[in-house]
């Protein structure tokens, strides 16, 4: 779906970083060193930004 605004562990705002993130990822950098440089340390927050999966556009297909 839609990447959540904050964490659901620890409530730290996630949802402005994960465009960033994906451009960076598509680029061909390492995944590890991208969350690194945008400062991202908990890794209940790098959970949410890595494990995101995009469903919106298959789920578009069946609206009327």
């Given amino acids: 779906m839609i990447i959540p605004v904050r964490c ?6 996630v949802g402005d ?5 994906e451009e960076e990822v598509r680029k061909g ?9 945008m400062g ?6 790098r959970r ?3 494990t995101h999966v995009e469903v919106i556009d ?3 297909k069946f609206s009327i």
């Fill in 8 to 13: 659901f562990s620890c409530g730290s705002v």
């Fill in 17 to 21: 970083l994960h465009k960033k993130f």
């Fill in 29 to 37: 950098k390492n995944p590890k060193e991208v969350l690194d440089e």
């Fill in 40 to 45: 991202v340390k908990r890794y209940c927050c």
């Fill in 48 to 50: 949410m930004l890595l």
């Fill in 58 to 60: 298959d789920l578009m």
